[in-house]
């Protein structure tokens, strides 16, 4: 009985005794905790003491330059606000609303353009686009799409409707606007169709063809256009 009872005893003696052993390892956290308490106390003394190390000095400097950093940058967003006069605040409202009126405006005038053209009145369509042509440079890239799109419509219903040379007119005006553009050459081609001179309508057809040929997304948009007016025009 006491044979089987040793072998336990010496098992526990071991474990208690062993500094290097699992059971101190297991309270490496308890040990880590209590030697990061005593050097904070160490720190504290330290401190109160005056012995400050080289690089406690160099920290306390760095942060002490970024709080002075900080508190002494000032805040913009306030600095701007108060220099704002009661006339500036009063012109910003108004020109916010200019701004709100001319799109307004703008998209009074596409949605009127369309109307003519649903009811084959191309002339007064050309005569309203005009209108948009004065605003187009001050547009976005996006509203002058919206404008180059509407204008490529215009000139289409007036060749489609043999207005020839009212188309001829329009389709220079809106090249001077855009530069040069594929569907604005075949759209002359097709007005000088309409006029019976071929020569120059293949003039025109071939350089709608030439024009960024390597270009293969402008191609397609090129012939969605076609595509979109003889089916849906």
């Given at each position: 009985?006491?044979?089987?009872i040793?072998?336990r005893?010496?098992?526990?003696?071991?474990?208690t005794t062993?500094t290097e052993?699992?059971?101190?390892?297991?309270?490496?956290?308890?040990?880590?905790?209590?030697?990061?308490k005593?050097?904070?106390?160490?720190?504290?003394?330290?401190?109160e003491?005056?012995?400050?190390?080289?690089?406690?000095?160099?920290?306390?400097?760095?942060?002490?330059f970024?709080l002075?950093?900080?508190l002494?940058?000032?805040?913009s967003?306030?600095?701007?606000?108060?220099?704002?006069?009661a006339?500036?605040?009063e012109e910003?409202?108004i020109?916010?609303s200019?701004?709100k009126?001319?799109?307004?405006r703008?998209?009074?005038i596409?949605?009127?353009i369309?109307?003519h053209?649903l009811?084959?009145?191309?002339?007064?369509?050309a005569e309203?686009?005009?209108?948009l042509?004065v605003?187009?440079?001050?547009?976005d890239?996006?509203?002058?799409?919206?404008?180059?799109r509407?204008g490529y419509?215009?000139a289409?219903?007036l060749?489609?409707?043999?207005k020839?040379?009212?188309?001829l007119?329009f389709a220079?005006?809106?090249?001077?606007?855009?530069?040069?553009?594929s569907?604005?050459?075949?759209?002359?081609g097709?007005?000088?169709d309409g006029l019976?001179?071929t020569?120059?309508?293949?003039?025109?057809k071939?350089r709608?063809?030439?024009?960024?040929?390597e270009?293969?997304e402008?191609?397609?948009?090129?012939?969605q256009?076609f595509?979109n007016?003889?089916n849906?025009?």
């Amino acid at each position: 009985m006491p044979a089987a009872i040793l072998p336990r005893q010496r098992s526990f003696r071991a474990l208690t005794t062993d500094t290097e052993g699992p059971s101190q390892r297991s309270r490496g956290g308890l040990v880590g905790t209590f030697r990061l308490k005593t050097a904070s106390q160490k720190a504290k003394v330290q401190l109160e003491q005056g012995v400050v190390s080289p690089m406690n000095r160099k920290s306390i400097a760095a942060i002490s330059f970024l709080l002075f950093v900080l508190l002494s940058a000032p805040c913009s967003g306030v600095v701007i606000d108060s220099d704002l006069t009661a006339e500036e605040k009063e012109e910003i409202a108004i020109d916010d609303s200019v701004a709100k009126a001319e799109k307004r405006r703008l998209e009074i005038i596409l949605a009127k353009i369309r109307l003519h053209l649903l009811a084959d009145e191309a002339d007064g369509a050309a005569e309203l686009f005009r209108r948009l042509a004065v605003v187009y440079p001050a547009q976005d890239d996006i509203t002058k799409s919206r404008i180059t799109r509407t204008g490529y419509s215009v000139a289409y219903a007036l060749a489609e409707l043999e207005k020839s040379r009212e188309a001829l007119k329009f389709a220079d005006e809106l090249l001077q606007l855009i530069g040069d553009d594929s569907i604005v050459f075949h759209i002359k081609g097709i007005a000088f169709d309409g006029l019976g001179k071929t020569g120059d309508a293949e003039e025109w057809k071939h350089r709608a063809f030439s024009h960024k040929l390597e270009d293969e997304e402008y191609r397609f948009q090129v012939a969605q256009f076609f595509f979109n007016q003889r089916n849906y025009g």
